[in-house]
């Protein structure tokens, strides 16, 4: 028995004990100051919007040429190259200090700039801040790179496709290596831009390529990039496939999954037992595949999102994965397991709904231990959870949802769908919050993935992308 599972069952023993008490008191705290809202089921075509938007449109799309605006690539160090940052764990460590705490009047607002409606979420490389938007007057997807000391706009460029406004239109954060930017839109086009110029250097429709069927809300899986190929799941006629970064030629294709189909989660990374390993929560389940190949490993129906699926698997170690959802789906905590080529998979607990489900952010693993935002029918908290499965602390009345989070330095930024950034300490032993502020006494929709270099804290709402000054310097008092 492996070091990971001993200590799943010490702590299902110790902890009930050392905790009985204090956990009838936090109980009793709960119920009478963390309120729990009637929520409105969000279904497809709400609000006289489209239930899906996966027809295959005659004409084929292309990008138009860059537009160049006034803006420079900053001289700051650091990189948060794609979605939930360098290793795609959302956790980094910071090329400054970071603050303990914040200045009186919150953290200084370094610029901000409007966006089109929805939640796709920043990368940064080389002084560039790059952001797939979307041009409502356009009716075009639209990729901006904008100065990480500014926001000035450096270039934009887009192609023509209508995305109504289904909670929003874009969804996704791009993906940059060297020279590079790769995107997905909402209506599953993926496509490679000069990060440079903003020239595009190809352009494929899944849609047309592999017969993507697109989510109900648009897609919200986020490219990854690896050794030079551009990793996608389109779950049409290929599973998962493997673009040349540089032309977009096929490298390798993963067959088909029968009623597997492209949910809103992202691919996640594994190396096992020396072998690296892309795991895929499908609408129908979940798929390993073959880094190198994409041979189809495993495919197992052990864990299936209801209605919406958007957290991505989470790699924990020594093969053991966390995979959750909301709508009532709860959590899994599983293993990989490897029989000489053969790869399997391991059940090794459930979560009910009320212990954790999350809508739409992926739990953190952050030194052992897993940390998120709870969503009902749990108390909609932030949590910290042991690997295996228990609650090791919640945030109490401090009411947390569908905002964003990322852990940098042994510190959490988490928004609330209030507009207020709290600043939590990341330890198992209690919920301890070093400073908050409101951004947004408005804030409508924070759920678009944050961005953390150099002490600078990208996040947005539904309208708004700012960029705060998190650092220790930035936040001393005084003139």
Known sequence: MDKLERLFQQLEYLLPLATATVGVA?????ITSARVDDLELRLPGQDGRPASGSAVSGKEVQAGQPVVGPGQPAAIPGNWPGFRGPDRTGVVRSEVPLARRWRSGGPPLLWQVTVGPGHAG?????GRVFLLDYDVAAQADTVRALSLADGQEIWRNSYPVEVPENHGSSR???????NYVVTLGPKCHLACWEATTGRC???????????????PWYTGQCPLVDN??????????????ALDLATGSPLWESPPVPDFQMSHTSITPIEFNGRKMYIYLATGGIAVVDAKTGQLLCVTRDFVGKMATCPSPVALTDGYLFFCGGYGAGSLLAQLELKGTEVSFRVVRRLSARDYGSEHQTPIFYDGYL???????????????????????TSGADRFIRGSYVVGDGLIYALDENGTLFLIEARPDEYRVLDKFTIWPDAQDTWGPMALVAGRLLLRDFRRLACLDVSAEGNREGP
């Open 26 to 30: 936090a109980i009793a705290v709960w």
């Open 122 to 126: 920043p990368a940064v490389a080389e």
């Open 172 to 178: 996704t954060v791009p993906a940059v290596s060297g």
């Open 201 to 215: 250097l190809w352009l494929v429709d899944l849609v047309k390529r592999y017969g993507t069927e697109v989510p």
């Open 228 to 241: 030079g190929a551009v990793i996608v799941a389109p779950a049409g006629r290929a599973l998962m496939v």
């Open 371 to 393: 940390f998120g935002s709870r969503c009902p029918p749990g108390a909609p908290q932030f949590v910290c959870l042991a690997p295996s499965g228990q609650i090791l602390w």
